[in-house]
Structures are given as C-alpha cells and as structure tokens.
C-alpha cells in the first residue's frame, strides 16, 4: 500500500510530537547521567555512560598544573535490555483517506506516555533498601526544619547536595510543599518547582514519580531517596529494521534535541487482515552505575541513600 503525501504528513506530525511529549519524562531521565545517541543498536547490548566527577584546584607549578586532573570519569555498563514500542492499529481503509490523516498525530503523545512512563519506572525499581548504600534516618517530616535537616545528615554522609537528586514520596513531597514559605509557592499558589531544589540546596527535589516504590519504602519506614547525579546510568538507540520491504511501508526516526534521546517508527501493513499498524519503538537500559570492575575493584561511581523515619 503505497502512502500519500497527505498520509506521509501525519506520520511525521507522529513522529514529532512523540518526542515532543517525552520531553517531560526526559526532564527526570536527564537528571543523571546519559548516554543517548541516534544510532542503531542491538538488544542486550552494552553501552559505556561515562560518570563524570569534577572539581577545581589552585595553579601550582610543577605539581597541580597543566597535567594534573582533580576530576574523574567512572565508565558504568548499562545493557539495551528493553525493546520498549507502543502500537496503534488502524483499518487500511481509514488509513488512506486523506481527512483522517491528522489522527496519525494523534498516536504520538499517547505513544510517548506508554514508553516514557515505563523508562522513568525502570529508573526507580533501581531504587531500593537493599540496594542502597546506606540509610538516613529522619524521625519526622512534617516541619521545615525536618526537610532542611536533611541537608546536613547528607553532607555529614560525605555527599555533595548539590549534585543529588531529593526524590521524596508523595506523602513527603506533600509534606514539604506544606511547609515551604509563600515565596517558593508563589502569591499565585502555583509551585515555583525550581525554586525548591535551591531553597532546599539540592540539585533538584521531585516527588516519586512510581507510586509502587512508595509503597516498597513504606515497609522499610522510607519516605524518599538521595540520588547523587553519577549513581543512575541510562543509555538509548535505536532499532533499524534488518529486512526492507514485506509489510513494512515506511520507517523513520526522531531525536530530542536537548538530550539526544531517540525513537525509531514503523508503519506496517497487514494485507491479509486489511489492517495498519504504526509503532514508536526504542532500545532502552538503566543501571545503578556503581559497578565493580574486571579484578574486583569499583570504577568510582557513587551510590545513593534512602531516607527513613525509623
């Protein structure tokens, strides 16, 4: 079934606001370190996220000059153990009537949640009591003061707040937002959320975005985690397709700009059955990026802690 222009139009009008609609999932990914590229991939496959550690020093000849380095890079391997796609089935008929093209559009956003929602999860289901490198204890959190505690327990812990990620669970997050000044809400009553980070001093504060890891907390006494920067490693290309032709009709890609993730979309003809399918599709990895090198020792990467009441 050849396409029209009219119907080639809508896929790529899918295509574009697939990735458009990520952008608020990838506002969470980005929060650690990445390693997004355009490229073609296999299932399974390891990808190498460098884990970047920086610092600065004082110019000293002969010793901390030119050829000397405070900082660090931790390779951490992350594997493409997903082949995430989301499917949207149409008759051909409906398919080629050039007024329906814009419902091609439409696939997009709804394509964008399924894959999005499910790479965020995969980055949470990391975070757990067992895997954390130690905990936190917080009796309460209910006044300011028990939040802003937080900071200091966790430079006490040897972290550097300011390149950690609070993630607090909604009952916690909930609690925060009541205590914070007017200021930080705003006169308007609309959450100033940049201002939260800051005024807390961290890198960013977010509520959990998977309620299941509020509930796994809660059966440890948890309410959130501390989530350095260089402790999560996520990677993603995409699939090319190995065979053209049979049903496949068309086959394109798109990148968010920002942060090199990518999708790669198919459309599909089932000529038997007089159905069109259409599918955005990536290959997709997490990993606690604290890693034990060939020969037992650790690349570097740091490791997160979890907050607990008790």
Known sequence: MPTSVAQKAGLVAAADKCILSLRPFLEFTKLFSTNYAPQNGEKYSGIAVEVLASDSEDFVENSKNYCHSTNTIAPALVQLTNHRKSTFTVSD?????????????????????AVGKFAVQSIMSLLTYTAAAAQITQA???????????????????YDPRRC???????????LLAALPAYVIGDDQILRSAMIGEFLGFKAVVPSPNSSVASAAA?????????????IATANRILTPVVEGGGLIEFSTATDEATGFSMGFRTVVDACNGK??????????AALAKQTL???ASNGAPGFLQLVTA
């Open 140 to 158: 309460t959190i209910a006044a300011l003061a028990d939040f802003t505690a937080i900071w200091g327990k966790v430079v006490a812990a040897g």
């Open 165 to 175: 990620v609070l993630i607090l669970t909604p009952t916690a997050y909930a609690s």
């Open 219 to 231: 059966a440890n006494n948890g309410f959130g985690f501390v989530v350095p920067e260089g402790a």
């Open 276 to 285: 069109v399918s259409w599918t955005a599709e990536c290959l997709w990895g």
């Open 93 to 113: 008929k409906d398919a080629i009537e050039n007024e329906l093209a814009p419902c091609w559009s439409m696939f997009g956003p709804k394509s964008a949640e």
């Open 294 to 296: 060939t020969g037992g």
